[in-house]
């Protein structure tokens, strides 16, 4: 099972829009609303803030939004701030009960 | 409020075997489904298997096939994961992971601090 693709970096302005996109494939990304995207910050263990695509859990930014187009997942980040600094993950669930992770994305806020 | 306390840091010789634990505390245990990711340094996340709730099965990454285990003990609701036939490209952080819906595909809701296991000769 290959990592899902993402761009290892992406980079904006305070207040500016990003986008981090995670390519997989039709066994994974593309077959079930099983998308998850974490951050990640250096030496913490990931925190979940998107799943099933586009959903929010408590706690986590109206500025955070996920969607996903055939075997392409994306999560958006507006009014970006200092504090969104990390490392961004998307994770999805394959046909083969497995689960796999993007490569990762570094995200600096200029 | 749901805690993971992993066991402490390991350094292992290639080819020993690792045990890291995983004490659940905050939740019912086996309401949970667990599993296994790691991180090697300066690297990606990298799931190595877990329960799905789907089948009652457990599902381990391709690459971790034969060399990884993973079991529960209900009674001090503690998980463990067991690799074997260590590399040292297994150097890593191993973290446990919950996951409280029980559907298929997670998502991870609660993480443990990490251990990290270090292969060296």
């Known amino acids: 099972q290959s990592a899902l693709t993402q761009p290892a970096s992406v980079s904006g302005s305070p207040g500016q829009t990003i986008t981090i996109a995670c390519s997989g494939t039709?066994?994974?990304?593309?077959?079930?609303?099983?998308v998850s995207w974490y951050q990640q910050r250096p030496g913490k263990p990931p925190k979940l803030m998107i799943y099933?695509?586009?959903k929010r859990p408590s706690g986590v930014s109206n500025r955070f939004s996920g969607s996903k187009s055939g075997n392409t997942a994306s999560l958006t980040i507006s009014g970006l701030q200092a504090d969104d600094e990390s490392n961004y993950y998307c994770?999805?669930?394959?046909?083969?009960?497995?689960?796999?992770f993007g490569g990762g994305t570094t995200l600096t806020v200029l | 409020q749901i805690q993971l306390v992993q066991s402490g840091a390991e350094v292992k010789k290639p080819g020993a075997s690792v045990r890291v634990s995983c004490r659940v505390s905050?939740?019912?245990?086996?309401?949970?489904?667990m599993h296994w990711v790691r991180q090697a340094p300066g690297k990606g996340l990298e799931w190595m298997g877990g329960?799905?709730?789907?089948?009652?099965?457990?599902y381990f990454a391709q690459k971790f096939q034969g060399r990884v285990t993973m079991t529960e003990d209900t009674s001090t609701d503690t998980a463990f994961m067991e690799l074997s036939t260590l590399k040292s490209d297994d150097t890593a952080v191993y973290y446990c992971?919950?996951?409280?819906?029980?559907?298929?595909?997670?998502?991870?809701?609660?993480w443990g601090q990490g251990t990290l296991l270090a292969v060296s000769s």
């Open positions: 905050g939740h019912i245990f086996t309401d949970l489904c």
């Open positions: 329960f799905d709730p789907e089948d009652g099965e457990m």
């Open positions: 039709s066994s994974d990304v593309g077959a079930y609303n099983y």
């Open positions: 992971a919950a996951v409280l819906r029980a559907l298929p595909g997670g998502p991870i809701d609660y």
């Open positions: 099933d695509v586009d």
């Open positions: 994770s999805s669930y394959t046909r083969r009960s497995t689960w796999v």
